[in-house]
């Protein structure tokens, strides 16, 4: 459903960089692998969504992990479906998620925000966001998850100009010359807040084949 939309990301990067099986541990289910040079753990909290920093909170700990070594992907009321956003640190803006992770880790960790529109009202955003994604909003998102695995080792890398470049690239491989232009890709210090890197946003236009394309990437 919406909520998931993190998991979903954490699921296709697994499948597309040959990451281990899941496995349960820090009330999580947890995956292993390799970005590039960088070893990464992925963490899906099994806990209520809005205790999920107690995972990432164990996690972190048993690494000896700090905040700026983490990067959460969650749902995001404030952004257009398929617009993606990536900032360092900042409030949680009322996400009882990250509300959690703040009392966790902190607040300095780094957030890829992913676009799934707002309902209208607050009264519909508990039922929204708990909703599957209707089969119209299959094609920004295909495009989306694939771009995501695509640009991960860059992300790794803190080069997030880099990683919204591969973003916006998956977006154009089926999208008309309407499409949205490809992020010009800059260092970022996985220390430090970047304005410019709160400024990009990606969203990713209707097209046939999508959904097929993200089946046969990850399978």
């Given at each position: ?6 998991f979903?990301?954490?699921d296709?990067l ?11 541990k820090f ?14 753990l992925?963490v899906?909290?099994?806990?209520f ?6 995972a ?5 700990r048993?690494?000896k992990?700090t905040?700026?070594?983490?990067t959460?992907?969650h ?17 949680h ?5 990250l509300r ?5 880790i902190?607040?300095?960790y ?5 676009g799934?529109?707002h309902p209208?009202h607050k009264?519909l955003?508990a039922?929204?966001?708990?909703h599957?994604f209707a089969?119209v909003?299959?094609?920004w ?5 694939v771009?995501?695995?695509?640009g991960a080792n ?5 080069d997030?100009?880099?990683?919204m470049n ?6 154009q491989k089926?999208a008309?010359p309407?499409s949205a232009?490809?992020a010009?890709?800059?260092?970022v210090?996985?220390n ?9 946003t990606i969203?990713t ?6 959904l ?5 990437r990850?399978?």
């Amino acid at each position: 459903n919406r909520h998931n939309i993190g998991f979903m990301a954490l699921d296709g990067l697994a499948s597309a960089h040959g990451f281990a099986p899941w496995k349960q541990k820090f009330q999580a289910q947890i995956s292993e692998g390799l970005l590039g040079r960088e070893k990464i753990l992925l963490v899906k909290p099994q806990t209520f969504m809005n205790l999920s920093g107690q995972a990432v909170g164990e996690a972190a700990r048993f690494y000896k992990a700090t905040a700026q070594d983490v990067t959460v992907f969650h749902d995001e009321l404030d952004l257009a479906p398929g617009r993606l956003k990536v900032k360092q640190g900042g409030g949680h803006a009322g996400h009882n998620g990250l509300r959690s992770m703040h009392a966790h880790i902190g607040e300095a960790y780094r957030r890829v925000r992913m676009g799934i529109g707002h309902p209208g009202h607050k009264d519909l955003v508990a039922r929204y966001v708990l909703h599957d994604f209707a089969k119209v909003d299959h094609n920004w998102l295909a495009d989306l998850l694939v771009g995501i695995a695509d640009g991960a080792n860059k992300l790794a890398q803190a080069d997030t100009g880099g990683f919204m470049n591969a973003v916006a690239l998956s977006v154009q491989k089926t999208a008309g010359p309407t499409s949205a232009k490809p992020a010009k890709p800059s260092k970022v210090s996985q220390n430090s807040e970047s304005p410019e890197a709160d400024k990009e946003t990606i969203e990713t236009p209707d097209a046939k084949t999508t959904l097929q394309r993200l089946i046969d990437r990850f399978k």
